[in-house]
């Protein structure tokens, strides 16, 4: 049984320790959690609780912990738990830089601990399932892709409840490196890393943040592959609408469906090259595909991740994955900054350090508001 404390206890670290509490995670349990608020909820009744991190790393009897505390703590966090010899899972992002995010996988590896990140959407059945198709290669050479990923809606209240929400101190991004990591993440797991980009951040354009709400990108692959990416948190109902043109198929992803065209007679290329007819176009069939449900999630990494602690899986989910998406959300606001192409891997030193000049500049937000309401059907992905 591997014997699990979670660090932080907002609406996501409660998740994890419901998940566990309910048995949802084979062989693990919740030992206990550290949370510097008073906990009251009669559920954690037999649950020892620690205030502070250190003292629950250095006393509790644990094999593991899940960092799931605000971003700007996830590197300090996850090292610290390293450090007393625990395995670790460390919500996204994975740090706040490309340069911390290699740190971290140099000292899990060192370590020889299983270290995992939470990218839960890759356990969507649709995402899962275009991944298939364009890995496996039936629809042949991918000539182009657009993503616009506009439905990550959020009020004001989002981020006024929070001291470090909407600032480059707490966050070191928004839209990119809060919401819509998740879809990076999954253009990184289908498509790879792209050679380069140039992006376009709109900064509080919808919010009185400091952060990027609202962002227009522009990503070149090797083989003649290009692609866009779209995102805000200020457009409602907004839009989730992933297109994959083929060479031999035609890809959409919309409203938990996916419509797959092909070419009856091989390839869209092959067509333009000897049909004699004008305006003619290639003879298809459309078939469409669609998903109930979004998969085991959240649940489905940390079952991974007890999975490969008892040796009994592969880890899925380790840093090096958790690497992608950040190089593309980094590479994305590093082009904004310097209203310029970004060759990737970007620079891990230059990205830090103007990160880092941004974040000298930050103001945590006082006062937060405390009004708020949580509902996860509404606001949570």
């Not at 995402?127 to 290669?137: F, M, P, Q, S, V």
């Amino acid at each position: 049984m591997v014997k699990i404390g979670v660090i932080g206890l907002g609406p996501i670290g409660s998740m994890h320790a419901d998940n566990l509490l309910s048995g949802k995670i084979p062989g693990a349990r919740l030992e206990c959690v550290c949370e510097q608020k008073p906990v009251t909820d009669p559920k954690y009744g037999g649950i020892k609780i620690y205030p502070d991190v250190d003292d629950m790393l250095r006393q509790a009897d644990i094999d593991a912990a899940i960092v799931s505390t605000p971003s700007f703590t996830h590197f300090p966090l996850a090292q610290k738990v390293l450090a007393a010899g625990k395995h670790v899972l460390v919500e996204k992002p994975i740090a706040l830089c490309t340069a911390d995010a290699a740190a971290l996988e140099d000292i899990a590896k060192k370590s020889g601990k299983v270290c995992a990140v939470m990218l839960n959407q890759r356990t969507t059945p649709l995402y899962a399932r275009i991944r298939e198709l364009i890995k496996g290669g039936s629809l042949g050479k991918v000539n182009r892709f657009s993503w616009t990923m506009t439905n990550w809606y959020r009020p004001d209240i989002y981020f006024t409840s929070s001291p470090w929400r909407g600032t480059w101190k707490g966050e070191a991004g928004g839209a990119l490196i809060n919401q819509s990591i998740h879809n990076i993440d999954i253009i990184a797991w289908v498509f790879g890393l792209p050679k380069s980009l140039r992006a376009w951040c709109e900064y509080g354009k919808y919010h009185n943040i400091e952060v990027e709400d609202e962002v227009s990108c522009h990503m070149q692959y090797g083989g003649g592959l290009s692609a866009t990416f779209a995102t805000s948190t200020g457009e409602h109902p907004g839009e989730n609408r992933l297109v994959i043109a083929c060479d031999r198929g035609f890809l959409v992803a919309a409203g938990g469906e996916l419509s797959i065209t092909r070419y009856k007679d091989g390839s869209i290329s092959e067509y333009t090259a000897n049909t004699k007819y004008m305006f003619g176009s290639p003879e298809t069939e459309v078939t469409v595909e669609k998903f109930d449900g979004v998969g085991p999630q959240h649940v489905g990494v940390v079952s991974n991740f007890v999975g490969a602690i008892e040796g009994k899986c592969a880890l899925e989910y380790g840093p090096e994955q958790g690497m992608l998406s950040l190089q593309i959300a980094n590479a994305m606001l590093l082009s904004s900054w310097n209203n310029a192409d970004v060759s990737l891997p970007i620079c891990d030193a230059e990205y830090k350090a103007k990160l880092e000049e941004k974040m000298a500049g930050s103001v945590l937000r006082q006062n937060p508001k405390t009004d708020f309401i949580v509902d996860f059907q509404k606001s949570f992905r």
